[in-house]
């Protein structure tokens, strides 16, 4: 089963930039996708990179949200910019489709003056 860890968050004042990060062993050939979960709210999909780079992103991080992957690293970034308060959440990645595998501890991402 695949393991994913994720790093890089931290607080971060309104439009200001972050770069997180997943590390997870044997996903090279899968879409990975980027979640994030904000207090009081469902897990949501913020967008997904295939095994070859192609990304999708949700309407509300579009422009604004990159995400790429190092596949020699085994490792998923989001690039987060202009950063407003209603990112706050818990980011996490994990495999779409795969509901068996086990999420993450995920990062903290606080977008605050």
């Known amino acids: 089963q695949v393991q994913f860890v994720e790093s890089g968050g931290g607080l971060v004042q309104p439009g200001g930039s972050l770069k997180i990060s997943c590390v997870a062993s044997g996903v090279r050939l899968y879409t990975m996708g980027w979640y994030r979960q904000a207090p009081g709210s469902q897990r949501e999909l913020v967008g997904t990179?295939?095994?070859?780079?192609?990304?999708e992103l949700q309407d509300s991080v579009k422009g604004r949200f990159t995400i790429s992957r190092d596949n020699a690293k085994d490792t998923v970034f989001l690039q987060m910019s202009s950063l407003k308060p209603e990112d706050t959440a818990v980011y996490y990645c994990?495999?779409?489709?795969?509901?068996?595998?086990?999420w993450g501890q995920g990062t903290q991402v606080t977008v605050s003056s």
């Open positions: 990179v295939t095994a070859s780079g192609l990304t």
């Open positions: 994990h495999r779409p489709y795969y509901p068996n595998d086990s």
